[in-house]
């Protein structure tokens, strides 16, 4: 199958003032391995280290704007892919947490965050301000008790929500008249909850809602709030005498209820007929690891995920057995802990396990698609891109290995590398983006080679030619680097030959980290292959966490991620950049027919950057309050707004000595300099991140700047100075 691409000039750039996305986890390839044997699992770690505030997670939930909020039992924790955010229980504050316990997670459509606490009742978080709100009275009494222990809350798909008490049964509160129902327990009547004490809730497909209760699991009708108790059914199927405490409920894609008690698991079929037990059997292969099961996760995959009181189960519906997975303390990247007591998948797939004592865990299940075939290749180990077309193919760039296509149904990979002698083939081993288009077609960006089209359906060199488009760059953001490397202000690494043998961390392998962490150690006499480790250490929390573990030795990251390690309590310092500083960052781009038929709008754009940017230097306080108004949802949590402000503001002036003129040697916003590019351009051939050499002029244009500069700066400065923000 032939692939065509288009020479181009390729680098990749990481910049993010504050960070709303999430961090690119680190992968490795596993074999696969015959049955009975488990895959391997790889897990990645999120606790104390990273400035987790608990070990126990009791409940994970991810909000609309993709944020990951965990609670534990001192406090709510909010993680955007890089840094953890604390709130806590503040005695006198108005708008903080009702209570440090916090049993129970949920997201509205709206933004809101549902927090069900153990002695504090319920509130929710106003994303626009950030403050924790009690429900309020519903016919001048609360829907829940402020001192109520909640257990679990749900939302249905009418948007009400369902809250489960400790002792005060179930409460359905309609969350936009304020309507409340009251579900509670009578004794001499069987249509009523077995019991008062309610555990877990879950929506069935029909409508009708599954409570697990202390004494069983019940069957609620909303419309007509008639109750079926069917908890003596599952307590025979267990061989229970008596009750059984249902803690977790699920209804799987197929309609089959699963119901995790403190006596084993179990599942009632589609038709309500037959229940099926499964127990926990001392040294039995394939058997539950405990009959305690605390959570139930069905995945996007429909694997059945189990979290017991003695690790991780994942059911294999074929061989009607489980595969389990422990905390092993030789194995870094085994669980963490043994109890699992939450489970979630996120927007992305990621499955994310809340542990009793040893804070989060997340898995990729995309790891297990890989195959055992691209194991052989060590260099090709690190996975930069994934893309997945719709006939079941996920297509798997790395750096190095080249391309892989992997069949789901089979496990079957084919793989796709570059070939000197053929025009056709991949154009660079090192895949750093992947894309499938709405027409099925596949686009793969490389390092050193641009862009390359591969449409699985049409294989004539004629419809495979990529339609190449001029692509210049209109203005420079960034004047200069915001990469270097780094370490820790009290280490003994002073200079790069100090290196030879240690590990340094990058945010991910398709980071310009990279790039620079070998160019640099090559240009002091080491070997980047043999004589340093590059590994992924993430962003924010994750990479000071690494550095105090002695995980790595030095980061080869950027300012503002080197500002949120200083905020996290680790000091760093630059190693020598002289050779790297006057490199230009980020861009604005466009194609060269949009720069010719639309330049009124193109100057427009570019001008209200410049002026932004003058804005911030002069300004930074007010730029971050600004955005914290303007995107209300990334205003820390768990810390007041003149610390949030503080912190904030000194990332953002990690970023600043970039956005300034002087040291780039130029006069102009947006102006790139020539002399600048060039030695950028001679550094990447130097160091073999490019093959050919590239003219400056077929990258940069200055063509507009002219234009873009009409405009008062020193006024735009002096007006951004005088600025006082105010709501």
Same mark, same amino acid.
């Given at each position: 199958?032939?692939?065509?691409?288009?020479?181009?000039?390729?680098?990749?750039?990481?910049?993010?003032?504050?960070?709303?996305?999430?961090?690119?986890?680190?992968?490795?390839?596993?074999?696969?391995?015959?049955?009975?044997?488990?895959?391997?699992? %790889?897990?990645? %770690?999120?606790?104390?280290?990273?400035?987790?505030?608990?070990?126990?997670?009791?409940?994970?939930?991810?909000?609309?704007?993709?944020?990951?909020?965990?609670?534990?039992?001192?406090?709510?924790?909010?993680?955007?892919?890089?840094?953890?955010?604390?709130?806590?229980?503040?005695?006198?504050?108005?708008?903080?947490?009702?209570?440090?316990?916090?049993?129970?997670?949920?997201?509205?459509?709206?933004?809101?965050?549902?927090?069900?606490?153990?002695?504090?009742?319920?509130?929710?978080?106003?994303?626009?301000?950030?403050?924790?709100?009690?429900?309020?009275?519903?016919?001048?009494?609360?829907?829940?008790?402020?001192?109520?222990?909640?257990?679990?809350?749900?939302?249905?798909?009418?948007? %009400?929500?369902?809250?489960?008490?400790?002792?005060?049964?179930?409460?359905?509160?309609?969350?936009?008249?304020?309507?409340?129902?009251?579900?509670?327990?009578?004794?001499?009547?069987?249509?009523?909850?077995?019991?008062?004490?309610?555990?877990?809730?879950?929506?069935?497909?029909?409508?009708?809602?599954?409570?697990?209760?202390?004494?069983?699991?019940?069957?609620?009708?909303?419309?007509?709030?008639?109750?079926?108790?069917?908890?003596?059914?599952?307590?025979?199927?267990?061989?229970?005498?008596?009750?059984?405490?249902?803690?977790?409920?699920?209804?799987?894609?197929?309609?089959?209820?699963?119901?995790?008690?403190?006596?084993?698991?179990?599942?009632?079929?589609?038709?309500?007929?037959?229940?099926?037990?499964?127990?926990?059997?001392?040294?039995?292969?394939?058997?539950?690891?405990?009959?305690?099961?605390?959570?139930?996760?069905?995945?996007?995959?429909?694997?059945?995920?189990?979290?017991?009181?003695?690790?991780?189960?994942?059911?294999?519906?074929?061989?009607?057995?489980?595969?389990?997975?422990?905390?092993?303390?030789?194995?870094?990247?085994?669980?963490?802990?043994?109890?699992?007591?939450?489970?979630?998948?996120?927007?992305?797939?990621?499955?994310?396990?809340?542990?009793?004592?040893?804070?989060?865990?997340?898995?990729?299940?995309?790891?297990?698609?890989?195959?055992?075939?691209?194991?052989?290749?060590?260099?090709?180990?690190?996975?930069?891109?994934?893309?997945?077309?719709?006939?079941?193919?996920?297509?798997?760039?790395?750096?190095?290995?080249?391309?892989?296509?992997?069949?789901?149904?089979?496990?079957?990979?084919?793989?796709?590398?570059?070939?000197?002698?053929?025009?056709?083939?991949?154009?660079?081993?090192?895949?750093?983006?992947?894309?499938?288009? %709405?027409?099925?077609?596949?686009?793969?960006?490389?390092?050193?080679?641009?862009?390359?089209?591969?449409?699985?359906?049409?294989?004539?060199?004629?419809?495979?030619?990529?339609?190449?488009?001029?692509?210049?760059?209109?203005?420079?953001?960034?004047?200069?680097?915001?990469?270097?490397?780094?370490?820790?202000?009290?280490?003994?690494?002073?200079?790069?030959?100090?290196?030879?043998?240690?590990?340094?961390?990058?945010?991910?392998?398709?980071?310009?980290?990279?790039?620079?962490?070998?160019?640099?150690?090559?240009?002091?006499?080491?070997?980047?292959?043999?004589?340093?480790?590059?590994?992924?250490?993430?962003?924010?929390?994750?990479?000071?966490?690494?550095?105090?573990?002695?995980?790595?030795?030095?980061?080869?990251?950027?300012?503002?991620?080197?500002?949120?390690?200083?905020?996290?309590?680790?000091?760093?310092?630059?190693?020598?950049?002289?050779?790297?500083?006057?490199?230009?960052?980020?861009?604005?781009?466009?194609?060269?027919?949009?720069?010719?038929?639309?330049?009124?709008?193109?100057?427009?754009?570019?001008?209200?950057?410049?002026?932004?940017?003058?804005?911030?230097?002069?300004?930074?306080?007010?730029?971050?309050?600004?955005?914290?108004?303007?995107?209300?949802?990334?205003?820390?949590?768990?810390?007041?707004?003149?610390?949030?402000?503080?912190?904030?503001?000194?990332?953002?002036?990690?970023?600043?000595?970039?956005?300034?003129?002087?040291?780039?040697?130029?006069?102009?916003?947006?102006?790139?300099?020539?002399?600048?590019?060039?030695?950028?351009?001679?550094?990447?051939?130097?160091?073999?991140?490019?093959?050919?050499?590239?003219?400056?002029?077929?990258?940069?244009?200055?063509?507009?700047?002219?234009?873009?500069?009409?405009?008062?700066?020193?006024?735009?400065?002096?007006?951004?100075?005088?600025?006082?923000?105010?709501?």
């Amino acid at each position: 199958m032939p692939v065509t691409g288009t020479a181009g000039f390729a680098h990749s750039r990481v910049s993010n003032v504050v960070s709303l996305t999430t961090a690119i986890v680190a992968l490795w390839l596993s074999c696969i391995r015959a049955a009975p044997t488990a895959q391997p699992m %790889h897990f990645m %770690h999120l606790g104390a280290d990273a400035g987790l505030a608990q070990g126990g997670v009791m409940a994970i939930v991810q909000d609309r704007w993709g944020f990951l909020w965990l609670g534990t039992e001192d406090g709510l924790d909010r993680y955007d892919g890089y840094t953890l955010q604390h709130a806590i229980r503040q005695r006198g504050v108005a708008g903080s947490l009702p209570n440090n316990w916090v049993a129970a997670l949920a997201s509205d459509a709206s933004g809101r965050l549902w927090i069900g606490t153990d002695g504090g009742g319920v509130a929710w978080r106003d994303p626009m301000t950030g403050r924790f709100v009690p429900l309020r009275p519903a016919a001048g009494q609360p829907s829940v008790s402020s001192e109520e222990k909640v257990r679990a809350l749900h939302l249905d798909h009418d948007g %009400h929500l369902w809250i489960a008490t400790r002792t005060a049964g179930l409460v359905e509160l309609d969350v936009a008249s304020g309507r409340v129902r009251r579900f509670k327990h009578t004794e001499a009547d069987s249509a009523t909850l077995s019991d008062d004490g309610i555990f877990a809730i879950a929506e069935g497909r029909n409508g009708a809602l599954w409570v697990g209760t202390q004494r069983g699991l019940d069957r609620l009708d909303p419309a007509s709030g008639q109750v079926a108790r069917l908890g003596s059914r599952v307590g025979a199927a267990l061989g229970v005498t008596g009750s059984v405490q249902v803690n977790a409920v699920l209804e799987d894609q197929q309609g089959g209820l699963w119901v995790g008690t403190d006596a084993g698991l179990a599942k009632v079929e589609a038709a309500g007929e037959r229940i099926r037990a499964y127990r926990s059997k001392r040294d039995a292969s394939g058997s539950l690891p405990s009959d305690r099961i605390q959570a139930l996760l069905e995945d996007d995959a429909r694997r059945l995920w189990i979290g017991t009181a003695a690790g991780l189960a994942l059911f294999d519906r074929h061989a009607d057995r489980f595969d389990t997975y422990r905390h092993e303390a030789a194995d870094p990247a085994s669980l963490p802990d043994d109890y699992v007591i939450s489970l979630y998948a996120d927007r992305t797939g990621l499955l994310w396990i809340g542990t009793k004592t040893k804070g989060v865990a997340k898995w990729n299940p995309r790891s297990w698609s890989f195959g055992h075939q691209l194991g052989a290749d060590p260099e090709g180990t690190a996975i930069t891109a994934f893309a997945e077309d719709g006939k079941g193919t996920l297509w798997l760039g790395t750096f190095g290995a080249g391309l892989s296509a992997i069949d789901r149904r089979t496990g079957t990979a084919r793989p796709y590398r570059h070939q000197p002698t053929d025009a056709h083939s991949l154009p660079d081993d090192r895949v750093m983006a992947s894309l499938v288009d %709405h027409y099925g077609t596949l686009w793969v960006g490389t390092m050193t080679a641009g862009l390359a089209r591969l449409d699985p359906d049409r294989l004539s060199p004629d419809a495979q030619r990529v339609l190449e488009r001029s692509v210049a760059q209109l203005e420079t953001a960034y004047q200069t680097s915001s990469y270097g490397i780094a370490v820790p202000v009290d280490s003994p690494i002073q200079k790069f030959t100090d290196l030879k043998g240690k590990t340094i961390g990058v945010t991910n392998m398709s980071s310009a980290g990279v790039i620079i962490a070998r160019a640099q150690v090559a240009a002091a006499g080491l070997n980047p292959d043999t004589d340093i480790t590059i590994v992924v250490a993430g962003e924010g929390a994750q990479p000071a966490a690494m550095l105090r573990g002695k995980q790595v030795d030095a980061l080869s990251q950027f300012d503002t991620q080197y500002a949120l390690i200083d905020n996290a309590g680790i000091k760093m310092r630059y190693l020598d950049r002289k050779n790297i500083e006057k490199q230009p960052a980020n861009a604005l781009l466009a194609l060269e027919e949009t720069i010719a038929t639309r330049k009124k709008d193109l100057i427009g754009l570019a001008r209200a950057y410049a002026k932004a940017t003058i804005f911030t230097i002069s300004n930074p306080e007010a730029a971050v309050r600004i955005v914290y108004e303007i995107f209300p949802q990334t205003k820390p949590t768990g810390k007041d707004e003149a610390t949030a402000v503080r912190d904030d503001v000194k990332v953002l002036e990690a970023r600043l000595p970039h956005f300034k003129l002087e040291p780039a040697g130029v006069k102009r916003w947006g102006e790139s300099s020539d002399t600048n590019y060039k030695d950028y351009i001679e550094f990447m051939l130097k160091w073999n991140v490019i093959k050919q050499k590239v003219e400056t002029g077929d990258l940069i244009t200055n063509e507009l700047i002219d234009e873009i500069n009409k405009f008062d700066a020193a006024k735009v400065a002096a007006d951004a100075k005088a600025y006082k923000y105010s709501r």
